[in-house]
T-cell receptor
């Protein structure tokens, strides 16, 4: 099993450009999450999904959109990138009722210039 | 909302024991989780306390006291590979399923 995978691993964007980050999991998890991690800080929840076709806002959702068209995939979109969105983005997944144990992907390092 | 506080840095020597504390402010929550993250890597789950008391997993133990709004991660027989950041996390009872809050993390440096 690959677990949780993320593409791309690195990306540099110019201000105003858009992009989509892809997260895939092969563990049949219902719940999926997108976090951002800034230097020296913890993980902040951007959006999450408790099942296919459902999404919900987390702690810092502004400037991001998500979609969960298939159970195994969770996409994070940046509509118009800003330098404040420079960060490391982590995707995670878990079983329902066991969201205390989340499985994380390797992360995407995004720089917006 | 939920607020979690952890020390920013802890240093210890190889073979020693270190305790990383996590204090929280939330009206009620399901439990306290701990994650480890090596520099440049992904967070990995270490332990979860649903109930008060001590949970032991090999060299790592985690403790929770709801009455004191306090938990800790105890690492014994420290090894160089334990140098990493450690995060506590909670999901409060008044939030939607899946919505967890993480502390800012404690960077542990193990010296020879």
């Amino acid at each position: 099993n690959a677990g949780v995978t993320q593409t791309p691993k690195f990306r540099v964007l110019k201000t105003g450009q858009s992009m989509t980050l892809l997260c895939a999991q092969d563990m049949n998890h219902e719940y999926m999450y997108w976090y951002r991690q800034d230097p020296g800080m913890g993980l902040r929840l951007i959006h999450y999904s408790v099942g296919e076709g459902t999404t919900a806002k987390g702690e810092v959702p502004d400037g991001y959109n998500v979609s969960r068209l298939k159970k195994q995939n969770f996409l994070l979109g940046l509509e118009s990138a800003a330098p404040s969105q420079t960060s490391v983005y982590f995707c995670a997944s878990s079983y329902p009722g066991q969201d205390y144990e989340q499985y994380f992907g390797p992360g995407t390092r995004l720089t917006v210039t | 909302g939920q607020s979690l506080e952890q020390p920013s840095e802890v240093t210890a020597v190889e073979g020693a024991i270190v305790q990383i504390n996590c204090t929280y402010q939330t009206s009620g929550f399901y439990g306290l989780s701990w994650y480890q993250q090596h520099d440049g890597g992904a967070p990995t789950f270490l332990s979860y306390n649903a109930l008060d008391g001590l949970e032991e997993t090999g060299r790592f133990s985690s403790f929770l006291s709801r009455s004191d709004s306090y938990g800790y991660l105890l690492l014994q027989e420290l090894q160089m590979k334990d140098s990493a950041s450690y995060f506590c996390a909670v999901r409060a009872r008044n939030t939607n399923a899946g919505k967890s809050t993480f502390g800012d993390g404690t960077t542990l440096t193990v010296k020879p």
